[in-house]
């Protein structure tokens, strides 16, 4: 797990995490790109807390996100325009030969992978998904994680540079 997260502190600039307005959009982790719809107090258990109110572009469902747990969820700003020339190098590196780990743990790896929060990590797993692809027919669930980093990645990387999404296939 250390080599991971080494490779991401060399790859990864510091987005770091913010307060988000109305209207901004952000990235939350297996979801995609969103933007903040509003920002609401509720009351909870007797507690009043602030949620940020963020729609998830791709299929419109609302996540509630407590503006206090913004780091701990990974919400994050989208990559800035100048970093998607490095998401298209990890995804140009060669990935790692074939492993002889079953699917499933493989599966649970990506999976992890993608959980994270990381353009460099979805990257990093649509690469291997790929190349994985080329060798050998992927199992059912491998063939979904490599759509959703497919889509994780065209959705965040369109934005990033301001294109529409079918321009990015």
Same mark, same amino acid.
Not at 94 to 102: A, E, F, L, V, Y
Not at 118 to 125: L, R
Not at 152 to 167: F, G, P, R, Y
């Given at each position: 797990?250390?080599?991971?997260?080494?490779?991401?502190?060399?790859?990864?600039?510091?987005?770091?995490?913010?307060?988000?307005?109305?209207?901004?959009?952000?990235?939350?982790?297996?979801?995609?790109?969103?933007?903040?719809?509003?920002?609401?107090?509720?009351?909870?258990?007797?507690?009043?807390?602030?949620?940020?109110?963020?729609?998830?572009?791709?299929?419109?469902?609302?996540?509630?996100?407590?503006?206090?747990?913004?780091?701990? @969820?990974?919400?994050?700003?989208?990559?800035?325009?100048?970093?998607?020339?490095?998401?298209?190098?990890?995804?140009?590196?060669?990935?790692?030969?074939?492993?002889?780990?079953?699917?499933?743990?493989?599966?649970?790896?990506?999976?992890?992978?993608?959980?994270?929060?990381?353009?460099?990590?979805?990257?990093? @797993?649509?690469?291997?998904?790929?190349?994985?692809?080329?060798?050998?027919?992927?199992?059912?669930?491998?063939?979904?994680?490599?759509?959703?980093?497919?889509?994780?990645? @065209?959705?965040?990387?369109?934005?990033?540079?301001?294109?529409?999404?079918?321009?990015?296939?």
């Amino acid at each position: 797990m250390g080599e991971i997260s080494k490779k991401k502190d060399e790859k990864q600039v510091e987005i770091g995490m913010k307060e988000f307005s109305k209207g901004d959009l952000a990235v939350y982790p297996a979801h995609g790109v969103g933007y903040i719809e509003s920002i609401e107090s509720k009351e909870i258990n007797g507690d009043t807390m602030n949620f940020y109110m963020m729609k998830i572009v791709e299929n419109g469902m609302v996540i509630m996100i407590p503006t206090t747990n913004v780091e701990s @969820v990974g919400l994050r700003e989208v990559i800035p325009e100048k970093e998607v020339p490095n998401v298209y190098k990890v995804m140009q590196e060669k990935g790692h030969g074939p492993d002889n780990q079953t699917w499933n743990r493989r599966y649970r790896e990506y999976m992890e992978k993608i959980k994270t929060g990381s353009i460099y990590d979805v990257a990093e @797993v649509f690469r291997d998904l790929f190349q994985l692809k080329l060798e050998k027919d992927l199992s059912f669930g491998e063939r979904k994680l490599l759509d959703t980093a497919q889509n994780l990645l @065209v959705q965040e990387l369109s934005t990033a540079k301001d294109i529409d999404e079918k321009a990015m296939m």
